[in-house]
């Protein structure tokens, strides 16, 4: 019972390198988020999609980009990683066709950026 | 201004005891209501969703004011592994937005 699997769970990277953070969902959810979550912001949304094929900026956009090329995968790319990304991210997705809708999370990745 | 605003805490809550918090939203259009619970280094889940009429699960009480735009949640009977991070989230459609979370630390 997956869920919402996120890889990698830990990574350190140097300024500048690039990474990307797969998400992977087995629940045939239309909607699927990133967030950050650094201490004393709560979650922010960094890029969502509606749909496969389709992706939308959130809040705090800059130096990420994603792709939805399959319903069950979203991808956040850091093209050029900065200490001022440092973060907990956490991919997340839910189902729009019910009236109270529940987003279910992956376990998150920890990146260094140094 | 932020779109959901929580008090912090912490709340250091014996075992056994009732505690209450709020939080605010800006938004009047919000639709959806929720309480997740976070716990330390973990992804959030789900606590329960919120109705206007207000609803229970167990110890847990939700009310939601939509003309104050309030939302709250108490906790009765106070357990140790009710020690978490509370999250408080409003959704517009596709757009859920989360408070920064207040902190219970239960205590014996």
């Known amino acids: 019972n997956a869920g919402v699997t996120q890889t990698p769970k830990f990574r350190v990277l140097k300024t500048g390198q690039s990474m990307t953070l797969l998400c992977a969902q087995d629940m045939n959810h239309e909607y699927m988020y990133w967030y950050r979550q650094d201490p004393g912001m709560g979650l922010r949304l960094i890029h969502y999609s509606v749909g496969e094929g389709t992706t939308a900026k959130g809040e705090v956009p800059d130096g990420y980009n994603v792709s939805r090329l399959k319903k069950q995968n979203f991808l956040l790319g850091l093209e050029s990683a900065a200490p001022s990304q440092t973060s907990v991210y956490f991919c997340?997705?839910?189902?729009?066709?019910?009236?109270?809708?529940?987003?279910?999370f992956g376990q998150g990745t920890r990146l260094t950026v140094v | 201004r932020k779109e959901v605003e929580q008090d912090p805490g912490p709340f250091n809550v014996p075992e056994g005891a009732t505690v209450a918090f709020n939080c605010t939203y800006s938004n009047s259009a919000s639709q959806s209501f929720f309480w997740y619970r976070q716990d330390c280094r973990k992804e959030p889940k789900l606590l329960m969703s919120v109705y206007s009429s207000g609803n229970e699960d167990g110890r847990f009480t939700a009310q939601l004011n939509r003309a104050s735009q309030y939302i709250s949640l108490l906790i009765r009977d106070s357990k140790l592994s009710d020690s978490a991070t509370y999250l408080c989230?409003?959704?517009?459609?596709?757009?859920?937005?989360f408070g920064a979370g207040t902190t219970v630390t239960g205590r014996a």
């Open positions: 989230v409003v959704s517009r459609g596709y757009k859920l937005s």
């Open positions: 997340a997705s839910s189902d729009p066709g019910q009236d109270y809708t529940e987003a279910f």
